[in-house]
């Protein structure tokens, strides 16, 4: 009992400690104005890396990495911030980028890089589509 107790108020102060990142309904749906596209064809540095032409790196992520966004239909692309803070993804056609078409669409921009700063990203971004039941994104290409 006296575990249970701990852990609950663990549970409790972890949430509270992370909720001040859950950005406001505006904020939320208006994120994907920060998006960034890749300027350019992309040119292939080593494993999944790619360049554009402003020596930005965007990475290549993998089928399980990409599973929000239909990963049998769609390569995804993220890059992130110089401090690894925020991340900015583009999908594109596997077809198209196979036959060298890179048409890429901005697909998210997170506050919060999943891959770097997983917990802030599930408060700043994951947390918010469950909390603001899905809303409609205002998407900027």
Not at 38 to 49: C, H, Q, S, T
Not at 108 to 130: E, G, K, M, R, T
Request: hydrophobic fraction near 35%; aromatic fraction near 18%; glycine fraction near 2%.
């Amino acid at each position: 009992m006296k575990h249970s107790i701990l852990i609950i108020i663990g549970i409790i102060f972890f949430i509270l400690i992370n909720y001040y990142k859950v950005p406001s309904y505006s904020a939320h749906i208006n994120r994907n104005k920060y998006n960034r596209v890749p300027v350019g064809n992309l040119r292939y540095i080593n494993k999944n890396k790619y360049i554009d032409q402003n020596n930005i790196v965007w990475i290549k992520r993998g089928f399980l990495n990409s599973l929000l966004h239909n990963p049998f239909k769609y390569y995804i692309f993220e890059t992130y911030d110089t401090n690894k803070q925020s991340s900015s993804e583009v999908q594109i056609l596997k077809q198209d980028f196979n036959s060298g078409k890179q048409n890429f669409k901005p697909a998210s921009f997170n506050y919060y890089s999943s891959f770097h700063s997983p917990i802030s990203h599930f408060f700043a971004d994951v947390l918010p589509i469950i909390i603001y039941l899905q809303p409609k994104y205002k998407i900027y290409e």
